[in-house]
């Protein structure tokens, strides 16, 4: 059972360049969840998707999208990849939006140059 | 927009002391929760009290809410060196909302063999 599998782990892109991350869950979810962390900055939501076929921003979705591809795969993608996005990025998963706790992956981490 | 805050931000403890960590947030909530961050990995859900409960107990955690306050504490007793990690408080405002869970800073609790 391995919980919440993003991919890459870690990743270096130059400015403008494009990149998807991968996050999958095996805990039959319906509710999926992207973050990013910055140093003093805590978690912030930047896409969420509380069941399958639906996604909604969240606090800063600019420079990003995101793809609910089925039940278990939810992807984020960074069309032109500006310095401002270095960061490690998190998804996680949940039973239920907002009332049940959130399962993480590990995360990637992102440096854009 | 952050809605919950740690305090204190950073606590260095001797092996064996208790650890008690403090979050306040500033609107109505459905419910709280407390999770845990070890160096380089994903954030772990620790306990989830909703706004009708005033007390939860897991193990050596024990998490207080005081609506009223607007504050919740999470105390770690008898702590031992795997608890040194940074610990974060995350809210789920009454009637959900575009942030999702919503989460703070962070504590870092240094606990010292």
């Known amino acids: 059972n391995a919980g919440v599998t993003q991919t890459p782990k870690f990743q270096v892109l130059k400015t403008g360049q494009s990149m998807t991350l991968q996050c999958a869950q095996d805990?039959?979810?319906?509710?999926m969840y992207w973050y990013r962390q910055d140093p003093g900055m805590g978690l912030r939501l930047i896409y969420y998707?509380?069941?399958?076929?639906?996604?909604d921003k969240g606090e800063v979705p600019n420079g990003y999208n995101v793809s609910r591809l089925n039940k278990r795969e939810f992807s984020l993608r960074l069309e032109s990849a500006a310095p401002s996005q270095t960061s490690v990025y998190f998804c996680?998963?949940?039973?239920?939006?907002?009332?049940?706790?959130?399962?993480f992956g590990n995360g990637t981490r992102l440096t854009v140059t | 927009s952050q809605q919950g805050e740690e305090d204190p931000q950073a606590l260095s403890i001797q092996e064996g002391e208790n650890a008690t960590m403090n979050c306040s947030y500033k609107?109505?909530?459905?419910?709280l929760q407390w999770y845990r961050q070890n160096s380089g990995r994903g954030l772990v859900h620790l306990i989830l009290?909703?706004?009708?409960?005033r007390e939860k107990h897991s193990g050596r955690l024990r998490v207080t809410l005081d609506t009223s306050k607007k504050s919740s504490s999470l105390l770690i007793t008898a702590s031992r060196a795997a608890d040194t990690a940074s610990y974060f408080c995350?809210?789920?405002?009454?009637?959900?909302?575009?942030?999702?869970?919503?989460f703070g800073k962070g504590t870092h609790l240094i606990i010292q063999p």
């Open positions: 995350a809210t789920v405002l009454s009637g959900g909302g575009a942030d999702g869970l919503t």
């Open positions: 009290i909703r706004s009708n409960e």
């Open positions: 998707s509380a069941s399958e076929g639906t996604t």
């Open positions: 609107t109505s909530i459905n419910n």
């Open positions: 805990m039959n979810h319906n509710s």
């Open positions: 996680a998963s949940s039973d239920r939006v907002y009332n049940s706790p959130l399962h």
